[in-house]
């Protein structure tokens, strides 16, 4: 049992070239998260996905998307990464099923990704 | 901006003694939960307290809340080196998303 796994673990990209970071888990978690996290900042929420097809806005979404073609993957993809958008990026997933919700987060090992 | 605050933003202290965390929120919540960051790895799951709750234990963990003055404290008893990690509250407003403080760096000397 893996639970939740994030590739690559580092990638160092230059401005303006993309990327897509891939969450995988094999847990059957109906809930997946995307987070960065800065020094001093804590965790921000960049999207998140409640089901498979469906995909929602967090608190710094902006120069992000986000796919869920399939309930165990959850991808972050930047467009046009900037040098902002170096951080440390962690996936989370959530047990939820029937209505019965489980209130605590499962994480991956994170993402490093630089851009220069 | 970040819905929990930690306080102290760093704590260092020798083994065998406790260590206190604390954490501010602007918000109702749902529940409240702590968790926890060894160096270059994800977060881990610690304890949750709903928000009827006012106390519960966990081992060596302690978390109280106060509903009134939108606070939560975490105490670690008999602390051990390996307690040394970053300490995250995050609180859960509505039900679909959890959101993180800044956490506390704790270091615990041996």
């Known amino acids: 049992n893996a639970g939740v796994t994030q590739t690559p673990k580092f990638r160092v990209l230059k401005t303006g070239q993309s990327m897509t970071l891939l969450c995988a888990q094999d847990?059957?978690?109906?809930?997946m998260y995307w987070y960065r996290q800065d020094p001093g900042m804590g965790l921000r929420l960049i999207h998140y996905?409640?089901?498979?097809?469906?995909?929602a806005k967090g608190e710094v979404p902006d120069g992000y998307n986000v796919s869920r073609l399939k309930k165990q993957n959850f991808l972050l993809g930047l467009e046009s990464a900037a040098p902002s958008q170096t951080s440390v990026y962690f996936c989370?997933?959530?047990?939820?099923?029937?209505?019965?919700?489980?209130?605590?987060?499962?994480f991956g090992s994170g993402t490093q990704l630089s851009v220069l | 901006s970040q819905q929990g605050e930690e306080d102290p933003q760093a704590l260092s202290i020798q083994e065998g003694e406790n260590a206190t965390m604390n954490c501010s929120y602007k918000?109702?919540?749902?529940?409240l939960q702590w968790y926890r960051q060894n160096s270059g790895r994800g977060l881990v799951h610690l304890i949750l307290?709903?928000?009827?709750?006012r106390e519960k234990h966990s081992g060596r963990l302690r978390v109280t809340l106060d509903t009134s003055k939108k606070s939560s404290s975490l105490l670690i008893t008999a602390s051990r080196a390996a307690d040394t990690a970053s300490y995250f509250c995050?609180?859960?407003?509505?039900?679909?998303?959890?959101?993180f403080g800044a956490g506390t760096i704790l270091r615990v000397k041996s």
């Open positions: 918000t109702s919540i749902n529940n």
């Open positions: 996905s409640v089901g498979e097809g469906t995909t």
């Open positions: 847990m059957n978690h109906e809930y």
């Open positions: 989370a997933s959530r047990y939820v099923a029937g209505g019965v919700r489980d209130e605590k987060l499962f």
């Open positions: 995050a609180t859960d407003v509505h039900g679909n998303k959890l959101v």
């Open positions: 307290i709903r928000s009827n709750e």
